[in-house]
């Protein structure tokens, strides 16, 4: 493996730690009568607010639409996702020790591969939870779902749900960015370094 | 007839016309003397929608027991905070939890007459901590607490009748006073009225503060002369550990005192060596008293308050404690005595008069050490007054009552005969503005007064006579206060606010002080009532005998449960509700039709218990009464009562059929 290739490795599976300290995404919910807003902050193995009944409070205006209440402890994800950022870390590193180009294909694929699936996965989380409601719901709109966006700006109703990526959400895209660079150093670069 | 008319219109307006340049001189002249012009005195009042006031500003209630938050430079209402009277709005008194708060050694007194607040201080600044208020008429005090705006104690006062001078806490908050403003026979007893000089005493009472909690206990009882002990100020800076308090009646009249206890020429400022008291008590030369007297108190954990009945009071006795008590001789039945914000002067209104009188801090020290006396008085030195007045202020208006300070060198005197505030220089005694006030000023406030360090921009002017100064509303008016500008030479009249009950004095800080520690709500993980609930799992309905215990919670926008069977006429039902939302502002009440008692009010994360004794069959339905949410009116349920004796199974749910 060249030498630039293999210190993006590192640097990859090192900037993975982020996602273990800090939030992957954010939403925000704004409207008037909530001056200090509403955030919900998506980490690799919890769901927190900003502050510890933020969710309580999302799930109290939600059970008007009739949406699902959030509970952490009940979506699978969170008990997989840590394992799986574990490994990919440990991979990576794994990958540098070994400087073999055909591991770092793999490893840049299979990083690849999950960040997308992730999001898709993220993706689909919403969906449910922005169609699938009760039907006994006290609050029905025609036509109106509640899905938030993935990223960017979307009025729900009386409020305003803003969805950007947080640092952890970064720490991943960057390290998917500098994967990338390598195989492409690695198999195109007419350098030796 | 009629060119006479026409002439004296033409006069009066050459007047208005002529005195509008010079603001405040006239005295003669109605509505605005002494206003900037409307569109700036409105601009200084002005807060902007959704901006806040500089300054949080605390009227006591006077006859309504209570305390109401208001903002300057605003004058708006924000809060009526329930201290010695019941509150039907907020259960305060009615609910389980807050009856005791109420208790005295009388039984449970559901009103008083609250006269002046005071802000917990340290080192002579003011800390925005607690709010301290006295009750006047069942001798009591309660500190309320500025991060939740609730009354947390409240702590009766015994020997004293009228506890009028009261707080005027010491420069660390060390100890709060309570004087009484009758004196009466200690301890009390049945006796001719007719013998008040020999078996009336007045007692003056120190109230510790623990610096910690701001629990209030008492210190300690000085047993005094049978004056009247009207108001007090306590010392800071150098004549910090002194409390000055007027007196008035020393003739120790007992009847048609408006002219018995005028007669004298001149009355007394007692100054009470309180660090001296202290080595007294210390030494052991107090007698423990038999008495009894209440002491309330919420837990903070449980939000249920509790009394406890204490029956023993330290009691020193003037004339056997030398070197303690001076009198300052100060002419015509003095109201209002104020120390200055160094610390040094001594200001007496006599309240009969047209003069102030200023006492000198360090005078009184060398007269004291020179034995410079003129009389004694059961036991106590009367101080020479030449020794100890520093000047005289020749105000030219009539019966001073309070004064208070810019932090400047200028202190400002409420005059309520003549109708005005006059502003003049300490040291100097000269007069330097005057404005007047519609109708007849009692107290008045400049934020931070009492303390070391004033925040000398506004002056509130509390007017006792309101007649024509707002829309009438028959014969029972809003008292009527008035806000002044003072941060120049000459004091501007800025605005006109109707005020709640008869606030006597009110004492503000700036917002900062206050603001950022105002709690949002209760967390839920730390409600220790014994009948909280957790989660709506948790609702359940018991028996015991025929008392039926209901553990109700309530969110937006449903109680659990909302249906119970099993009530029978006769029981004696408790519904203990916790809400169990953890966000700001979002209050639940709830109210049973027919109960005798008032709605609960419930902040989040509180249980608040509501008693009820059903006396007919039937199904009897209850709501929540603070609009809560888009479903509010949703939010009801019914009680289903039967029969004495009837087989009723004793069962609740929650949207089931």
Same mark, same amino acid.
């Given at each position: 493996?060249?030498?630039?290739?293999?210190?993006?490795?590192?640097?990859?599976?090192?900037?993975?730690?982020?996602? *273990?300290?800090?939030?992957? =995404?954010?939403?925000?919910?704004?409207?008037?009568? #909530?001056?200090? %807003?509403?955030? /919900?902050? !998506?980490?690799?193995?919890?769901?927190?607010?900003?502050?510890?009944?933020?969710?309580?409070?999302?799930?109290?205006?939600?059970?008007?639409?009739?949406?699902?209440?959030?509970?952490?402890?009940?979506?699978?994800?969170?008990?997989?996702?840590?394992?799986?950022?574990?490994?990919?870390?440990? *991979?990576?590193?794994?990958? =540098?020790?070994?400087?073999?180009?055909?591991?770092? #294909?793999?490893? %840049?694929?299979? /990083?690849? !591969?999950?960040?997308?699936?992730?999001?898709?996965?993220?993706?689909?989380?919403?969906?449910?939870?922005?169609?699938?409601?009760?039907?006994?719901?006290?609050?029905?709109?025609?036509?109106?779902?509640?899905?938030?966006?993935?990223?960017?700006?979307?009025?729900?109703?009386?409020?305003?749900?803003?969805?950007?990526?947080?640092?952890?959400?970064?720490?991943?895209?960057?390290?998917?960015?500098?994967?990338?660079?390598?195989?492409?150093?690695?198999?195109?670069?007419?350098?030796?370094? | 007839?009629?060119?006479?008319?026409?002439?004296?219109?033409?006069?009066?307006?050459?007047?208005?016309?002529?005195?509008?340049?010079?603001?405040?001189?006239?005295?003669?002249?109605?509505?605005?003397?002494?206003?900037?012009?409307?569109?700036?005195?409105?601009?200084?009042?002005?807060?902007?929608?959704?901006?806040?006031?500089?300054?949080?500003?605390?009227?006591?209630?006077?006859?309504?027991?209570?305390?109401?938050?208001?903002?300057?430079?605003?004058?708006?209402?924000?809060?009526?905070?329930?201290?010695?009277?019941?509150?039907?709005?907020?259960?305060?008194?009615?609910?389980?939890?807050?009856?005791?708060?109420?208790?005295?050694?009388?039984?449970?007194?559901?009103?008083?007459?609250?006269?002046?607040?005071?802000?917990?201080?340290?080192?002579?600044?003011?800390?925005?901590?607690?709010?301290?208020?006295?009750?006047?008429?069942?001798?009591?005090?309660?500190?309320?607490?500025?991060?939740?705006?609730?009354?947390?104690?409240?702590?009766?006062?015994?020997?004293?009748?009228?506890?009028?001078?009261?707080?005027?806490?010491?420069?660390?908050?060390?100890?709060?006073?309570?004087?009484?403003?009758?004196?009466?026979?200690?301890?009390?007893?049945?006796?001719?009225?007719?013998?008040?000089?020999?078996?009336?005493?007045?007692?003056?009472?120190?109230?510790?503060?623990?610096?910690?909690?701001?629990?209030?206990?008492?210190?300690?009882?000085?047993?005094?002369?049978?004056?009247?002990?009207?108001?007090?100020?306590?010392?800071?800076?150098?004549?910090?550990?002194?409390?000055?308090?007027?007196?008035?009646?020393?003739?120790?009249?007992?009847?048609?005192?408006?002219?018995?206890?005028?007669?004298?020429?001149?009355?007394?400022?007692?100054?009470?060596?309180?660090?001296?008291?202290?080595?007294?008590?210390?030494?052991?030369?107090?007698?423990?008293?038999?008495?009894?007297?209440?002491?309330?108190?919420?837990?903070?954990?449980?939000?249920?308050?509790?009394?406890?009945?204490?029956?023993?009071?330290?009691?020193?006795?003037?004339?056997?404690?030398?070197?303690?008590?001076?009198?300052?001789?100060?002419?015509?039945?003095?109201?209002?005595?104020?120390?200055?914000?160094?610390?040094?002067?001594?200001?007496?209104?006599?309240?009969?008069?047209?003069?102030?009188?200023?006492?000198?801090?360090?005078?009184?020290?060398?007269?004291?050490?020179?034995?410079?006396?003129?009389?004694?008085?059961?036991?106590?030195?009367?101080?020479?007054?030449?020794?100890?007045?520093?000047?005289?202020?020749?105000?030219?208006?009539?019966?001073?009552?309070?004064?208070?300070?810019?932090?400047?060198?200028?202190?400002?005197?409420?005059?309520?005969?003549?109708?005005?505030?006059?502003?003049?220089?300490?040291?100097?005694?000269?007069?330097?503005?005057?404005?007047?006030?519609?109708?007849?000023?009692?107290?008045?406030?400049?934020?931070?007064?009492?303390?070391?360090?004033?925040?000398?921009?506004?002056?509130?002017?509390?007017?006792?006579?309101?007649?024509?100064?707002?829309?009438?509303?028959?014969?029972?008016?809003?008292?009527?206060?008035?806000?002044?500008?003072?941060?120049?030479?000459?004091?501007?009249?800025?605005?006109?606010?109707?005020?709640?009950?008869?606030?006597?004095?009110?004492?503000?800080?700036?917002?900062?002080?206050?603001?950022?520690?105002?709690?949002?709500?209760?967390?839920?993980?730390?409600?220790?009532?014994?009948?909280?609930?957790?989660?709506?799992?948790?609702?359940?309905?018991?028996?015991?005998?025929?008392?039926?215990?209901?553990?109700?919670?309530?969110?937006?926008?449903?109680?659990?449960?909302?249906?119970?069977?099993?009530?029978?006429?006769?029981?004696?039902?408790?519904?203990?509700?916790?809400?169990?939302?953890?966000?700001?502002?979002?209050?639940?009440?709830?109210?049973?039709?027919?109960?005798?008692?008032?709605?609960?009010?419930?902040?989040?994360?509180?249980?608040?218990?509501?008693?009820?004794?059903?006396?007919?069959?039937?199904?009897?339905?209850?709501?929540?009464?603070?609009?809560?949410?888009?479903?509010?009116?949703?939010?009801?349920?019914?009680?289903?009562?039967?029969?004495?004796?009837?087989?009723?199974?004793?069962?609740?749910?929650?949207?089931?059929?």
């Amino acid at each position: 493996m060249k030498p630039l290739a293999r210190a993006y490795v590192l640097i990859a599976s090192i900037l993975l730690i982020g996602i *273990f300290v800090q939030p992957l =995404w954010y939403i925000a919910l704004d409207a008037p009568q #909530y001056p200090d %807003g509403i955030e /919900m902050y !998506i980490w690799v193995n919890k769901i927190t607010g900003q502050d510890e009944s933020t969710l309580q409070n999302i799930n109290i205006l939600n059970h008007y639409i009739g949406m699902q209440k959030i509970e952490p402890d009940s979506i699978p994800e969170l008990k997989i996702f840590p394992y799986v950022g574990v490994f990919l870390i440990l *991979f990576g590193l794994f990958v =540098w020790w070994k400087k073999q180009p055909k591991l770092l #294909y793999v490893y %840049g694929f299979l /990083m690849l !591969i999950l960040a997308v699936l992730g999001i898709f996965d993220f993706w689909l989380w919403e969906y449910d939870y922005g169609h699938n409601l009760d039907p006994h719901a006290a609050i029905k709109v025609d036509g109106m779902v509640y899905q938030p966006p993935l990223l960017g700006a979307k009025w729900l109703l009386n409020f305003k749900a803003v969805s950007y990526p947080h640092i952890g959400g970064i720490c991943l895209a960057t390290s998917c960015f500098l994967l990338i660079w390598g195989m492409v150093h690695q198999k195109w670069a007419k350098t030796s370094y | 007839m009629k060119t006479l008319k026409i002439f004296a219109v033409a006069l009066a307006a050459t007047v208005l016309i002529s005195s509008c340049g010079d603001s405040g001189q006239s005295n003669n002249k109605k509505s605005n003397s002494g206003a900037l012009n409307n569109s700036s005195a409105a601009e200084a009042v002005y807060v902007a929608p959704g901006e806040h006031d500089e300054f949080y500003e605390f009227f006591s209630g006077g006859f309504s027991g209570q305390v109401s938050v208001v903002g300057l430079p605003s004058g708006r209402l924000f809060r009526r905070i329930p201290v010695f009277s019941v509150d039907a709005e907020k259960g305060y008194g009615f609910d389980e939890e807050s009856k005791a708060m109420l208790q005295t050694s009388h039984g449970f007194v559901p009103w008083d007459d609250s006269h002046h607040p005071k802000l917990s201080q340290t080192n002579g600044e003011i800390d925005g901590r607690w709010l301290f208020i006295n009750g006047n008429n069942t001798p009591r005090l309660a500190r309320i607490d500025l991060t939740t705006f609730e009354t947390a104690e409240i702590l009766e006062i015994p020997n004293s009748a009228g506890n009028h001078s009261s707080p005027y806490l010491t420069m660390n908050t060390e100890y709060l006073v309570a004087g009484t403003r009758f004196s009466v026979p200690i301890p009390q007893k049945d006796v001719s009225i007719n013998t008040y000089k020999e078996n009336f005493h007045g007692a003056l009472s120190f109230i510790s503060v623990d610096p910690e909690h701001g629990d209030m206990d008492i210190a300690f009882q000085i047993v005094m002369p049978g004056f009247d002990y009207d108001l007090a100020s306590s010392g800071k800076g150098p004549s910090h550990g002194w409390t000055f308090f007027t007196t008035y009646n020393t003739e120790k009249g007992n009847t048609m005192k408006e002219a018995t206890a005028s007669q004298n020429d001149k009355d007394f400022i007692a100054a009470i060596n309180w660090k001296k008291a202290e080595e007294y008590v210390a030494a052991g030369k107090f007698e423990e008293w038999d008495c009894s007297y209440a002491h309330n108190k919420v837990d903070e954990k449980t939000h249920i308050a509790s009394t406890e009945m204490r029956n023993k009071v330290k009691v020193l006795k003037a004339a056997d404690c030398p070197g303690m008590i001076y009198f300052l001789p100060t002419p015509k039945s003095p109201h209002g005595v104020d120390v200055n914000t160094t610390g040094e002067y001594i200001i007496g209104c006599g309240k009969l008069n047209a003069d102030l009188t200023v006492h000198s801090f360090e005078k009184m020290l060398a007269a004291i050490a020179a034995e410079d006396y003129e009389t004694i008085v059961d036991g106590i030195p009367v101080l020479k007054y030449e020794s100890v007045v520093d000047g005289v202020v020749k105000s030219g208006g009539l019966g001073p009552l309070h004064t208070e300070f810019d932090g400047r060198g200028n202190a400002y005197t409420s005059f309520f005969i003549s109708s005005e505030v006059v502003k003049w220089k300490l040291g100097t005694y000269e007069v330097l503005d005057r404005v007047p006030c519609y109708y007849s000023i009692g107290h008045l406030s400049i934020p931070g007064g009492g303390s070391m360090k004033p925040w000398g921009k506004y002056l509130v002017a509390m007017n006792k006579i309101t007649k024509d100064r707002y829309l009438p509303t028959g014969p029972e008016l809003a008292h009527s206060a008035q806000l002044f500008d003072i941060s120049g030479d000459k004091m501007k009249l800025l605005l006109d606010f109707p005020t709640d009950g008869e606030p006597h004095y009110a004492q503000g800080c700036p917002a900062e002080l206050i603001k950022p520690n105002s709690k949002k709500f209760f967390k839920l993980s730390e409600n220790e009532h014994p009948y909280a609930i957790m989660s709506e799992e948790d609702a359940r309905v018991e028996r015991d005998g025929n008392q039926v215990h209901v553990y109700m919670s309530c969110i937006r926008s449903h109680f659990a449960p909302d249906n119970i069977e099993g009530i029978k006429v006769g029981d004696q039902v408790y519904f203990h509700v916790t809400n169990l939302e953890q966000d700001w502002d979002t209050p639940h009440g709830f109210a049973m039709m027919g109960a005798n008692t008032s709605e609960l009010l419930i902040m989040p994360g509180v249980t608040k218990t509501l008693y009820w004794e059903p006396k007919e069959e039937g199904v009897i339905p209850f709501y929540c009464t603070d609009f809560c949410s888009a479903l509010h009116q949703e939010m009801q349920g019914y009680a289903r009562v039967s029969a004495k004796g009837s087989s009723t199974e004793l069962k609740w749910w929650l949207g089931e059929d």
